[in-house]
């Protein structure tokens, strides 16, 4: 709350200081959640080994969350810099990224349920 009020008062002087301003803020709490993450991470693992889920399956999964939080962090940077297009690629580079990662596990989930189906 504070850098947001700091980065208004300084807008109006020296925007380049507030954009800069508002991204050391936000690498500064993405640094204080990464224990929390880890965590987060580490339980999902134990819970995919008990259920005897594939590790690739969860690592995959993982990445993808890991693409979209980057992909929406850059693309909010970029937006705070007055940057409105460049934000609209980068969140079109993300999705495009999520989508290559998900392949395998969709092509997984395809071959369970026509698996599934009695044959004719």
């Not at 850098?3 to 690498?27: M, S």
């Not at 939080?69 to 937006?79: L, R, S, V």
Request: hydrophobic share 65%.
């Amino acid at each position: 709350m504070i850098a947001t009020f700091l980065a208004l008062v300084v807008k109006e002087h020296k925007p380049i200081f507030a954009f800069l301003l508002t991204v050391f803020v936000g690498i500064i709490i993405f640094l204080f959640l990464i224990d929390q993450l880890a965590m987060i991470i580490e339980m999902l693992q134990q819970l995919a080994e008990r259920a005897n889920i594939n590790m690739v399956y969860v690592q995959t999964i993982l990445k993808i969350v890991g693409i979209a939080y980057i992909a929406e962090f850059g693309a909010q940077i970029a937006k705070d810099a007055g940057q409105g297009a460049m934000a609209s690629k980068i969140e079109l580079a993300g999705k495009v990224l999520i989508m290559v990662m998900a392949i395998p596990i969709i092509s997984v989930i395809i071959e369970t349920i026509i698996g599934l189906i009695p044959a004719s």
